[in-house]
C-alpha cells in the first residue's frame, strides 16, 4: 500500500508512544476481516452465534463500566474557551495531551497497533474524506471494516500529504479514571483511550464524522450532520430526498428503514445516521452518507417496528452486550412479545426477570449498510442526492406536536436549534430527562454552538430553492400515557404529506410555530384514527409553549453576543404569535 510520508510520521510517533509489540497496516480485505474474527474467537473476545439461523454473526460483551458514550468525558480541545463554546467540555491542547499522554506511554506493550487508513464517504465523491486510525483493539479494527471504507482506497482519496483525521486509540486498562475522548480540531486530531465502546472508540463514526467533520465542513463551507437519509417514492415512481436529524434511540434507525403502510408509497435508505451535505453548483442541497454500515441499538428493534433491520442484522453482523439464548441466537427486549426462557444476560450470566434487562438498553447490532433490504439502488453515488426536505425531531411526551412545518430556513434553523428531547441509554446518565439537543448535535458539534447556528443560516443564503423544513414528535403521549400517534409505518403518512408540501399540493393551517396539516390533508386512510385523537397529536397549547420558551431563552444564554441576531428575533417573534393567538 502506498503511504504518504506524513502519514508514516505520525504513525511512526504513535508507536513510539504506544510502544507495541508489532504494527499491522489494514488492507481492508475480506481474508483480513476473517482473520481477525478467527483471532477474537480464540481469545473470548467475540462468541459465535448459532451459524444455521445466524450465519456469520458474533456476540462481543463489553466490560460492564464501558457501554455508552461518556459525554463527561469527551473533550473540545480548541485554542480557546469561547471556539469550543458552553455546550462543550474544553480542555486547552497542552492541558490534554498533558493529562492523556502517561496513559497512552506503553499502553500497547505485548498488544499489536492496528493501522487503519479508512475512507469516509463513496469511492470517487469529492466529498469524501479520509482518516488513519491506530488501535490495539481487534473488536474496532473488525468494526471499523464493517462501518468505513478501510484500505488503498483511502489513501487514494487523499488531496495531500497531509490531507487525513489522525486518530490514536488505546483501550488502555478501560479503566473510567483514565478515560478520555479528546478532539483537536486545529491539528485534525482524535485521541482515545480508556474505552472500547462503539461511540468512544470507532473514531470515524461520532469523533471524525461529526466532531471533527463539523469543524472542516465550516471552514470548507458545507454540513456535517447527525441526520439519516431517505427517498420517498411515490405511487408514480418519483423519489423525494429527505434528511432527518434525531437523537440517539429516537426512532432515527426506524424511520431511515421504515417500510410503508401506504399502498404504492415506499422509502428507500441511503443512511441512519450521519449526513455530509453541500450546496452545489446550482444551488441545490446534497447529501451523501459518509458511513458504510450501521452501528444501530437493538432494543426495541422488532419485526413490528423495523422489519427491514431485523432481516438485515440475520447475517455477517456483529452484536455488542444484547442477551443470549439457549439456541445461540441474539435476543434484546421488544424482539419477541415475551423472552425466551433460559436467557443468559449481557453480561453472560443467567438471566431473571427481576435482576434488569437482559440485554443491555444500549445494546448494538453493527452490519453492513448493503445488507439492508430497503438501501437505495443510488446510497453510494458520488454525486449524492438532492436534498428537498429536512426534518427535526425528538421524543417529547407533550409540547410538540406530531408534525409541522417551519414558515422559511431561518424558521426552520430555529426550530432545529431549539430542539429538546428526553434522555436515552445511549449516553451515560439519568433516561428520561428532557435536555436541550440543538439539530440533535449537541453532543457532536465540534464548535461553539452559536457559530454552528449562523453557519447553518449562512447555507440557506446560497441554496438558490431551500429545502423545507419539519419538526416532528413521534412520541406525544395522551393524558392517560398512551401514545397519540401509532409510528412505525405509520409515519410514512406524514413523510407523504412532506412531500405533498414540497409539491405543493397538500394544505397546512398556520399556527404560532409553523403550520400544521390541515384537516384531511392527512391521509389517514385504512388508519382507525379518530379525529379528536390527531387533533390532540397535533395540538399548539400556548402556554406550554410559552413555558417552553422560557426554558429556550435561558440556553440561548449562554451564547450571550454569540448567539445570531436571526434566532433571537425568531424566539421574540414566536412570543409575540403565542401572546396573540
Known sequence: ????????????????????????????????????????????????????TYPNCYLHRSHPQDVARTEQLT???????????????????????????????????????????YLM??????????????????????????????????????????????????????SPDRRLILHFPDEKLIWSVGSGYGGNALLGKKCHALRIGSSQARQEGWLAEHMLIIGVEDPEGRVTYLAAAMPSASGKTNLAMVVSSLPGWRAWTLGDDIAWMWVDAHGQLRAINPERGFFGVAP??????????????????????????????????????????????????????ASGPAAHPNSRFTVLASQCPSIAPNWEDPQGVPISGLIFGSRRSAVIPLVFEAFDWTHGVFLGSAMSTETTAAITGKVGVVRRDPMAMLPFCGYN?????????????????????????????DADGSFLWPGYGENMRVLKWMVERIRGTARADETPIGSIPAPGSLDLQGLAMPADRLAR??????????????DLGEFYGQFGQRLPAPISKTLAATRRKLGAA
Open 300 to 353: 426495541n428493534t422488532s419485526p413490528k417496528t423495523n422489519p427491514n433491520g431485523t432481516t438485515m442484522v440475520r447475517s455477517n453482523t456483529i452484536f455488542t452486550n444484547v442477551a443470549l439464548t439457549p439456541s445461540g441466537e441474539p435476543w434484546w427486549e421488544g424482539l419477541t412479545p415475551e423472552p425466551p426462557a433460559g436467557l443468559v444476560d449481557w453480561q453472560g450470566r443467567p438471566w431473571q426477570p
Open 537 to 550: 397529536a397535533l395540538r399548539v397549547d400556548s402556554a406550554e409553549w410559552s413555558s417552553a420558551l422560557d
Open 449 to 477: 454552538m452559536a457559530e454552528y447556528f449562523a453557519h447553518w443560516l449562512g447555507i440557506g443564503q446560497r441554496l438558490s430553492k431551500p429545502p423545507r423544513i419539519f419538526r416532528v414528535n413521534w412520541f406525544r403521549r
Open 1 to 52: 500500500m502506498s503511504r504518504t510520508s506524513v502519514v508514516e510520521k505520525w504513525v511512526d510517533e504513535a508507536a513510539a508512544l504506544t510502544r507495541p509489540s508489532r504494527t499491522v497496516w489494514c488492507d481492508g480485505s475480506k481474508a483480513e476481516y476473517d482473520g481477525l474474527v478467527e483471532a477474537m474467537l480464540r481469545d473470548g473476545t467475540l462468541l459465535p452465534l448459532n451459524s444455521r
Open 121 to 174: 464517504g463513496p469511492a470517487g465523491s469529492a466529498m469524501s474524506r479520509v482518516g488513519v486510525m491506530v488501535t490495539d483493539s481487534e473488536y474496532v479494527v473488525a468494526s471499523m471494516h464493517l462501518m468505513t471504507r478501510v484500505g488503498p482506497v483511502a489513501i487514494q482519496h487523499m488531496r495531500g500529504d497531509d490531507d487525513f483525521i489522525a486518530g490514536l486509540h488505546s483501550i488502555g486498562d478501560l
Open 75 to 117: 473533550y473540545i480541545c480548541a485554542g480557546a474557551r469561547d471556539d469550543a463554546g458552553p455546550t462543550n467540555n474544553w480542555m486547552s491542547p497542552a492541558d490534554a495531551k498533558a493529562k492523556a499522554t502517561p496513559w497512552f506511554r506503553g499502553s500497547m506493550r505485548s498488544r499489536t497497533m492496528y493501522v487503519i487508513p
